[in-house]
């Protein structure tokens, strides 16, 4: 079982839909972040989160520390939302990244 | 502020050469990690610098080795390579220790042949 579970793996959604991916983990963890990564490689760090929720434009990211999950929530979603988005843990034991295979997003106007 | 950037972006070698990555972050970010992505096993963590000392270090051979530099720049490298070394190496930088909001650089691609 890998340490960060993300679902689903691959997810297409209409124009405006409501979108949501999944992050599931089974270490004692610092830092939950959430990536974007665009064709061509380019990761973008969307959220750094430890506790509660955030949220930046049309991006809402929660965590739920004691269930160990956390969701990235898109809220009308549009074609150029297309990209992989991944989860990382940080753990409390150490100082690195711990990656989620990543869910491909494909949006279609 | 200039982001993270990686240089070579692009490089083809052959299998038993060695290759050396560099990485420049972000000016004022004395952290630097280093991530391999490949197709089969996704983003693994390779190494963390913290003020020239390396922190922690990813499940890869000896092989992989890395540095920084009193600047924060970063180099990895590559010895005897092998045709499953290639892949996108990725660097990030952040401005603390114990993994605050890491910024990526572009990533070298690293072809084997």
């Known amino acids: 079982k890998n340490e960060v579970e993300q679902s689903p793996q691959n997810l297409t959604a209409q124009e405006g839909e409501f979108i949501t991916i999944n992050c599931s983990y089974s270490?004692?963890?610092?830092?939950l972040h959430w990536l974007q990564q665009h064709p061509g490689g380019g990761i973008v760090s969307l959220f750094m989160?430890?506790?509660g929720k955030k949220k930046h434009g049309r991006l809402i990211a929660t965590i739920n520390i004691q269930e160990k999950h956390s969701s990235l929530h898109i809220t009308a979603s549009h074609p150029r939302d297309s990209a992989v988005y991944i989860c990382?843990?940080?753990?409390?034991?150490?100082?690195?990244?711990?990656f989620g295979e990543g869910t491909q997003l494909t949006v279609n106007p | 502020k200039a982001g993270v950037t990686q240089t070579p972006r692009y490089l083809i070698k052959t299998r038993g050469q060695q290759v050396t990555l560099s990485c420049s972050p972000i000016s004022g970010h004395r952290s630097v990690s280093w991530y391999q992505q490949t197709p089969g096993q996704g983003l693994q963590f390779l190494f963390e610098?913290?003020?020239?000392?390396?922190?922690n270090k990813g499940n890869f051979p000896g092989r992989f080795s890395g540095r920084q530099f009193s600047n924060s720049r970063s180099e990895m490298n590559v010895s005897t390579l092998e045709l499953g070394d290639s892949a996108l190496y990725l660097c990030a930088s952040s401005q603390h220790e114990n993994l605050y909001e890491q910024y990526f650089g572009p990533g070298t691609r690293l072809t084997v042949t």
């Open positions: 990382a843990v940080g753990e409390t034991s150490g100082s690195r990244l711990t």
């Open positions: 989160l430890s506790s």
């Open positions: 270490v004692g963890i610092s830092a």
């Open positions: 610098y913290f003020s020239e000392t390396q922190r």
